[in-house]
């Protein structure tokens, strides 16, 4: 009997023990299963984070594909209006150029018709992109009058002669000194200036010029080329300058849709 209790009791202490073990185990398996599962949840969380990422940065890289499609559409229509402009410049630079080079022809023209004259008697020059034919009043009148003489009549006549080959606009305009005149005929020096540019118009007329071309205008002693305060420079001042200048329909007609601004200097 006490031989049998012997050998159980061994027994006993091993299957304590076995147990022990394996709860500890267990228990190592829980925990460790319990960090996969955390492990696990964490990863699912980061794809998920990832994914909602991934679908920003599509949202995001479509935008940015719809805002690059529409600037580079702005940049064709600005390219293409670009080039129009640079189109309608040449087709304006080349209506000046052909205006200042028929201009410049017209001034030879004009210094080659009446080179007979003397330079006391008229000036030829080209201001402002216009032709400035100046005539001294010692050539057309008389003082006080505005009956053309004969020297200056045939002077109007030949250029009348050059002008009616050309499409040129013509202003004719009357100055005179500050001196004031005051007659039965004219009031003052604007009706001088006046009735003399229009005498001036009528020999233009009645060469040929289309009166539709041409301006009488009278200026009086508004505007003076020199001091009115020497016998020399009053006569200066009293004079009939015929004002060429281009007929820009075609420049205008151009310029009417576009916003910058056009230069026609010369």
Known sequence: MNHLIKFILPVSVLVA????????????AISQ??????????????????????KSLKSQNASLQENLEAKNE????????????????RE??????????????LHN??????????????EIDVRDGKLYVSLS????FTSGSDE???????????????LSRSELEIMVEGHTDSIPIHTAKYEDNWDLSVHRATSVTRIFIDNGIDPKRIIPAGRGAT???????????????????????????????????????????Y
Not at 92 to 105: C, H, N, P
Not at 137 to 140: A, F, Q, Y
């Open 74 to 89: 702005k940049l064709e229509d600005l390219q293409q209006e670009d080039q129009q402009r640079e189109e309608e410049l």
């Open 223 to 265: 505007i003076p080329i020199a001091s009115n305060t020497r016998d020399k420079n009053l006569q200066l001042n009293r004079r009939t300058e015929i004002v060429l200048a281009p007929k820009l329909n075609k420049l205008w007609e151009l310029a009417e849709g576009n916003d910058d601004v056009v230069s026609t200097d």
């Open 148 to 162: 053309v003489n004969e020297r200056g009549e045939e002077a109007i006549e030949m250029l009348a002669n050059v």
């Open 137 to 140: 009043d010692k050539l057309l």
């Open 92 to 105: 304006l630079q080349a209506i000046v150029s052909d205006q200042r080079d028929a201009l410049q022809s």
């Open 33 to 54: 299963r319990a960090a996969v599962e955390r492990k696990n949840q964490n990863l699912h969380q980061e794809l998920s984070t990832a994914m909602a990422e991934n």
């Open 109 to 122: 023209e004009v210094c080659s018709a009446l080179k007979c004259f003397t330079p006391s008697e008229l």
């Open 17 to 28: 023990s076995t147990a022990c073990v394996s709860t500890k185990k267990y228990e190592e």
